[in-house]
């Protein structure tokens, strides 16, 4: 892609990199490739098949593992005869007393809140063009929002959280692993692939058959 010097002709046509804003000529690249900002290096255009299949998948997976995730127990712990089996709502809830409250609303939100909204988001964006209908209403706002929740949804950064927090209570119990802590490490790969399958623009230029 090359600078556009001045701005001008159809809008369209054209291109600007969100991450340092330089604006280009629109070139899709081929099959397979992507385009980057040659200023940046920032993706612009990844022209991958499925882009739709994909995208809507990992939101379906993340949608069934995070209920999975919510409603299993997370772990079990025995020590002296005493069994006991804690959830990742057991968890949230620990802080829920005194000034740690907020600390609750924010585990909450970003562990459970901000993935399955983004989800539901994507589904409903994504969903009627999967099935060869018109966009549904406020399909550009609600494919918009799971793109802003999209550094905001820190599943995997609570399991590397836990994985630092059981090396030091293997040490004083025995723990056991359950569903919900694999659900959470699939919803990781699954995320990682939804990321490297989704192009921004791809999706846009669908939502907006105008302005293909």
Same mark, same amino acid.
């Given at each position: 892609?090359?600078?556009?010097?001045?701005?001008?002709?159809?809008?369209?046509?054209?291109?600007?990199?969100?991450?340092?804003?330089?604006?280009?000529?629109?070139?899709?690249?081929?099959?397979?490739?992507?385009?980057?900002?040659?200023?940046?290096?920032?993706?612009?255009?990844?022209?991958?098949?499925?882009?739709?299949?994909?995208?809507?998948?990992?939101?379906? *997976?993340?949608?069934?593992?995070?209920?999975?995730?919510?409603?299993?127990?997370?772990?079990?712990?025995?020590?002296?005869?005493?069994?006991?089996?804690?959830?990742?709502?057991?968890?949230?809830?620990a802080f829920a007393d005194g000034w740690s409250a907020p600390l609750?609303?924010?585990?909450?939100?970003?562990?459970?809140?901000?993935?399955?909204?983004?989800?539901a988001a994507l589904i409903y964006a994504l969903l009627p063009l999967?099935?060869?209908?018109?966009?549904?209403?406020?399909?550009?706002?609600?494919?918009?929002?799971?793109?802003?929740?999209?550094?905001?949804?820190?599943?995997?950064?609570?399991?590397?959280?836990?994985?630092?927090?059981?090396?030091?209570?293997?040490?004083?119990?025995?723990?056991?692993?359950?569903?919900?802590?694999?659900?959470f490490s699939a919803l990781i790969v699954v995320v990682v692939f939804?990321? *490297?399958?989704?192009?921004?623009?791809?999706?846009?230029?669908?939502?907006?058959?105008?302005?293909?």
């Amino acid at each position: 892609m090359r600078t556009r010097h001045p701005i001008s002709e159809n809008l369209d046509s054209l291109i600007a990199c969100r991450s340092c804003d330089l604006l280009l000529d629109r070139v899709i690249p081929p099959p397979g490739k992507v385009a980057r900002c040659p200023r940046c290096h920032h993706v612009l255009i990844s022209n991958k098949r499925n882009v739709i299949d994909n995208t809507l998948a990992g939101a379906l *997976s993340t949608a069934i593992l995070m209920v999975a995730a919510i409603f299993f127990p997370f772990i079990a712990l025995d020590e002296a005869g005493l069994h006991r089996d804690a959830s990742v709502m057991d968890a949230v809830g620990a802080f829920a007393d005194g000034w740690s409250a907020p600390l609750t609303i924010a585990v909450a939100a970003f562990i459970v809140v901000i993935p399955v909204t983004r989800a539901a988001a994507l589904i409903y964006a994504l969903l009627p063009l999967r099935l060869g209908r018109r966009p549904a209403g406020g399909a550009a706002r609600s494919f918009r929002l799971a793109m802003a929740l999209k550094p905001w949804s820190m599943a995997e950064i609570f399991i590397v959280g836990v994985a630092v927090a059981l090396i030091k209570v293997t040490d004083l119990a025995d723990v056991s692993l359950g569903p919900s802590f694999w659900a959470f490490s699939a919803l990781i790969v699954v995320v990682v692939f939804e990321n *490297s399958t989704l192009c921004e623009w791809t999706i846009w230029r669908l939502l907006d058959p105008k302005r293909r």
